[in-house]
Structure formats: C-alpha cells, structure tokens
C-alpha cells in the first residue's frame, strides 16, 4: 500500500483558516469513511484530533473540523494558534484489518 | 485513566531481533485492537500491525510479514511486537496505540520505544 499523498507543509497567520488535503485512492479514502488525523509536536506521541472523517474527539478544539470529497480528505484548522503548530498526519483505514498513513504536514504558524 | 507505558530504547546490531513491550491499563485489556505504528527519524508514520488482544487475531501490513511477530498476555495487560533480521533502515520510534471498541483510529498511544540499529 502506498501512503496517502499530503502537501509537505501549509502555513498560516494566527487567526486565520488553514486546510491540509489528504490523497488517497479508491481503495482507502474512497471506500472508507474511517480517515482519521493525527496531530504530533516535535517529540511526542501522535495524538488523535479527528476521527471517522469528521468526528472530533472529547477534549479537542471545536477549530479543528474534518471532511471528505472522493478520494480526498481534508482538515481544517480555523483560528490558527501557536500550539497549532506541529505535524499533522491522516490515516484511512484500507480494508483486510489493515491501514495506512498520510506522508504528513509540517503545520506553520507565522 | 487508559495508560500505555513501553519498554525502555534498545540497541541491537544488524541481523540481531528486538522485542519490544507496552502494557496497558485502565481499561478492559482483552476487549480492544492493539496496533503498532514506527517512526523513523525525521519521518512519517507507517502502520506495522494489529493485535486482538482478547482473541490473539493479528494482521501485518505486507512489508513486515515474514520478519515482525505480534503476541499478548491477558495475564498482565501486554503486547509485545518482535521484529527479526534488523537492518539499519528498522532504526525508528515504535509505538502501540490502541484502537478504540468500534472505531478505526488509535485513540491512546504509548510514549514511543526507540530501536536504533547499529553495528
């Protein structure tokens, strides 16, 4: 399985709205609405920021929203902080118990 | 609180196996999928496998079959990953993260165990 295509890095001014793309075929991203995203600060654990395309889970900020199109998927980040400021991944889940990852997103806050 | 706690970083030579362990807590072990992703040094994730850690059912993502082994004692709330015949490019961050009963997402991850394969 090849990983999921995302833009190396997307930047943004604070306060403004940021979208990350996640490309995928028709076999993971198309034919699943099981496309999470994981957001990681230098030298953590990756932790989970939206699920099952556009579920948020408790805790995490109302400025993260996720949705889907075809065989793309995409997370928006609205109001952009400081501590938004990490690397985003998407995964989807590809079928026969197995998944995949998005080549991930270096998120900069200017 | 659900808790995922690693075994400590490793060094091993080429070749050589590691195996590496995550114990879980605060929740009912035997009722949720285990999976391991690694990270390797300035990159991205890459999903490894899955465990059921109440039934032992476990899937391998095609480039580790034949070399990564996935087990579980439901005495003792742990998984273990064993990965075989070590190379330079396995030197990465690995860690479990647990799938939550009826989602496919990992909702609570371990901190991470750093293999680094070294002659």
């Known amino acids: 399985q090849s990983a999921l295509t995302q833009p190396a890095s997307v930047s943004g001014s604070p306060g403004q709205s940021i979208t990350i793309s996640c490309s995928g075929t028709s076999s993971d991203v198309g034919k699943y609405n099981d496309v999470s995203w994981y957001q990681q600060h230098p030298g953590k654990a990756p932790k989970l920021t939206i699920y099952?395309?556009?579920k948020r889970p408790s805790g995490v900020s109302n400025r993260f929203s996720g949705s889907k199109s075809g065989n793309t998927a995409s997370l928006t980040i609205s109001g952009l902080q400081a501590d938004d400021e990490a690397d985003y991944y998407c995964c989807s889940y590809a079928g026969s118990s197995s998944y995949v990852f998005g080549t991930g997103t270096k998120v900069t806050v200017l | 609180q659900v808790q995922l706690v690693q075994s400590g970083a490793e060094v091993k030579k080429p070749g050589a196996s590691v195996k590496v362990s995550c114990k879980a807590s605060?929740?009912?072990?035997?009722?949720?999928?285990m999976h391991w992703v690694r990270q390797a040094p300035g990159q991205g994730l890459e999903w490894v496998g899955v465990i059921n850690s109440g039934s032992g059912f476990i899937s391998y993502t095609q480039k580790f079959r034949g070399r990564v082994t996935m087990t579980r004692d439901t005495s003792t709330s742990t998984v273990y990953m064993e990965l075989s015949s070590l190379g330079s490019e396995d030197t990465a961050v690995y860690y479990c993260?647990?799938?939550?009963?009826?989602?496919?997402?990992?909702?609570?991850w371990g901190q991470g165990t750093l293999v680094t394969v070294s002659s």
């Open positions: 993260a647990r799938e939550p009963s009826g989602g496919r997402n990992f909702d609570y």
């Open positions: 605060g929740y009912t072990f035997t009722t949720y999928y």
């Open positions: 099952a395309v556009s």
